[in-house]
C-alpha cells in the first residue's frame, strides 16, 4: 500500500471521521484559510482513481467516502516503518518506542497491560 501525501492524509482524516460526506462537509473541516474547493476536488478525483475514496452519485453531487480503511493504512504504515527503520523487528521498535517517548509511569503500565492481554489471547488460541 502506497504513502498518502500529506494533502491525502488530510482528506481522509476527515472522510474517517466524517464516515461519508459531500464536498462542502470535507472543505469544512479544513482550517483556516481553507483550500479552493477546485484543489479538493481534484484531489479527490485522485484519490477516487487511486481507489482511497468512493464515492455515490446524488443527482450532481457526489457523496464521498473512504474505501481505504484506517486501521490498514496505519498498520501498513507501521510494518513498513518497523522494516525500514528496525530490520524487521517489532521487539526493537517497541524498545526504541519506550525508550525514546518519555512515557510517563501511567502510559507505561497501560502499554503493559495491552501487551499481558494481547499475551493472554495469543496463549488461549
Same mark, same amino acid.
Given at each position: 500500500?502506497?504513502?498518502?501525501?500529506?494533502? %491525502?492524509?488530510?482528506?481522509?482524516? #476527515?472522510?474517517?471521521?466524517?464516515?461519508?460526506?459531500?464536498?462542502?462537509?470535507?472543505? %469544512?473541516?479544513?482550517?483556516?484559510?481553507?483550500?479552493?474547493?477546485?484543489?479538493?476536488?481534484?484531489?479527490?478525483?485522485?484519490?477516487?482513481?487511486?481507489? #482511497?475514496?468512493?464515492?455515490?452519485?446524488?443527482?450532481?453531487?457526489?457523496? #464521498?467516502?473512504?474505501?481505504?480503511?484506517?486501521?490498514? #493504512?496505519?498498520?501498513?504504515?507501521?510494518?513498513?516503518?518497523?522494516?525500514?527503520?528496525?530490520?524487521?523487528?517489532?521487539?526493537?521498535?517497541?524498545?526504541?518506542?519506550?525508550?525514546?517517548?518519555?512515557?510517563?509511569?501511567? %502510559?507505561?503500565? %497501560?502499554?503493559?497491560?495491552?501487551?499481558?492481554?494481547?499475551?493472554?489471547?495469543?496463549?488461549?488460541?
Amino acid at each position: 500500500m502506497k504513502q498518502l501525501n500529506s494533502s %491525502e492524509l488530510e482528506i481522509m482524516e #476527515y472522510l474517517w471521521k466524517l464516515k461519508k460526506g459531500f464536498m462542502k462537509d470535507i472543505v %469544512e473541516l479544513f482550517p483556516e484559510p481553507r483550500p479552493a474547493y477546485t484543489t479538493i476536488s481534484t484531489l479527490l478525483s485522485r484519490m477516487v482513481a487511486k481507489k #482511497y475514496v468512493g464515492f455515490i452519485k446524488m443527482g450532481r453531487d457526489k457523496q #464521498y467516502f473512504p474505501v481505504l480503511k484506517k486501521d490498514d #493504512y496505519f498498520s501498513s504504515q507501521i510494518k513498513k516503518m518497523i522494516t525500514h527503520f528496525f530490520d524487521d523487528s517489532a521487539t526493537q521498535f517497541a524498545s526504541f518506542f519506550t525508550s525514546n517517548s518519555n512515557l510517563s509511569v501511567d %502510559e507505561l503500565n %497501560e502499554l503493559k497491560g495491552l501487551l499481558d492481554s494481547q499475551i493472554d489471547l495469543k496463549n488461549k488460541k
